[in-house]
C-alpha cells in the first residue's frame, strides 16, 4: 500500500484551515493568516503522525485534546478563558456539523447495493459498516457544508439581531382595539407636516374589517389621494364614507417614495398606541396610524413600524 504522506497532509491542512477561519468568521474574530496557518499545520502534522509506528501512543483522547488546545491558542489567541472555551466550542461544533454533513451527502449518494455490501457483522455478533471517502469528494463535501452551514447560522443570526427590535404593540381607535408586532425603525422618520405628529406605519389588511373595501383597493394600488378627489362625485364611495365609523379621524400624510415622487399615505388619529418592549410600557396618543397597502414583512414576522419617537420618555 502506498500512502502519499504530502498529499495526506496538504488536504488536512486545507480542511483544518477552512474550519480555524469559519470558526473565526463565526465568532466574528479578525483572521490572523499566520496564525492561521500555524493552528492549520499543527492540525495536519497530528495526523501525519498516524503513519508513524513509533508515535502510535499518541493517538489518545488526552493528547487529541491538547493538539486542539494547541491549535484554538495559536490561531486566537488567549484573551480570557471564556473567551477561549467559547472559541473551543464552536471549532468542535463546526466540526461536528461538517462531520454529520459529509456523512449524510456520502449516504444520499450511495445505492442500496454500496450500502448491503459495506456492511459486516463482527464476531460478537455486532453489526459494522465500512466508510470509504475519496479525497475529491470530501473536499467538495466538505466546502458544501460549509457554504450552508454559514448561510444558516447568519441567517439564524440576523434573524436574532433582529428580534431585539421587534416590540408589542396594541392600538385603540374608539371600541376597536388591535394587538400586533410592530418593528422599531430608527430610520422611520415620516411626520404629519401640519402637526409635527409621528406617523407610525401598519398593514392595512389589519384593519379591512373597518375599512370599506373600495378604499382599500385603492391602499394597496397606492392611489390614496383618489378617496377624497372621489367624494361628492361618486355616489357610492359617499355612501361608504357616511358608513365609515372612523371618518372623523382621517387625514392623508405626504411621503416620498421609491421614486423619490411625493405620495400619499392614509392615516387614522387613535385614542391611544401602547408599545411593550424589553420591559418598558410606553403609551402615546400624540400619534397618526398610517395604512400601508402591502406587506412589511415577509415572513409576517411583523405587521407595523414603529416610529422611534413613540419610545421616548
Not at 10 to 35: C, E, H, Q, S
Request: charged content about 15%; aromatic content about 12%.
Amino acid at each position: 500500500m502506498i500512502v502519499y504522506v504530502d498529499l495526506i497532509f496538504l488536504v488536512n491542512f486545507l480542511i483544518d484551515g477552512l474550519l480555524l477561519y469559519m470558526t473565526a468568521r463565526t465568532r466574528k474574530i479578525p483572521v490572523v493568516w499566520w496564525r492561521l496557518l500555524i493552528g492549520s499545520g499543527i492540525g495536519a502534522i497530528y495526523v501525519v503522525f498516524m503513519f508513524i509506528p513509533a508515535l502510535s501512543f499518541l493517538f489518545t483522547f488526552i493528547v487529541k485534546l491538547c493538539f486542539a488546545l494547541i491549535m484554538i491558542a495559536i490561531s486566537f489567541g488567549i484573551v480570557s478563558l471564556q473567551h477561549f472555551l467559547r472559541n473551543m466550542g464552536i471549532f468542535y461544533l463546526i466540526n461536528f456539523v461538517a462531520a454529520g454533513g459529509i456523512l449524510a451527502i456520502h449516504y444520499f449518494w450511495q445505492s442500496s447495493n454500496e450500502v448491503w455490501n459495506g456492511i459486516a457483522i463482527s464476531q460478537s455478533g455486532g453489526i459494522t459498516h465500512e466508510l470509504r471517502f475519496g479525497l475529491i469528494f470530501i473536499s467538495l463535501a466538505l466546502v458544501t457544508v460549509i457554504w450552508f452551514y454559514k448561510h444558516v447560522f447568519q441567517s439564524a443570526k440576523q434573524r436574532e439581531e433582529l428580534t431585539s427590535f421587534f416590540a408589542n404593540v396594541q392600538i385603540d381607535i374608539g371600541m376597536v382595539r388591535l394587538s400586533c408586532i410592530g418593528l422599531i425603525d430608527t430610520g422611520n422618520q415620516l411626520y404629519d407636516p401640519l402637526t409635527r405628529t409621528p406617523v407610525m406605519i401598519i398593514e392595512a389588511s389589519q384593519y379591512e374589517a373597518y375599512v370599506p373595501k373600495a378604499w382599500m383597493q385603492k391602499i394597496r394600488d397606492s392611489q390614496v389621494d383618489q378617496i377624497l378627489a372621489g367624494m361628492g362625485q361618486d355616489h357610492e364611495q359617499d355612501h361608504e364614507m357616511e358608513s365609515f365609523i372612523w371618518q372623523d379621524r382621517l387625514r392623508l400624510v405626504p411621503y416620498r417614495g421609491i421614486n423619490k415622487a411625493t405620495q400619499f399615505m392614509l392615516a387614522i388619529k387613535p385614542d391611544r398606541v401602547t408599545i411593550s418592549h424589553q420591559n418598558r410600557c410606553m403609551e402615546s396618543h400624540k400619534v397618526w396610524i398610517g395604512l400601508d397597502g402591502g406587506k412589511l414583512s415577509s415572513d409576517n414576522s411583523y405587521q407595523a413600524i414603529i416610529h422611534p419617537k413613540l419610545l421616548q420618555p
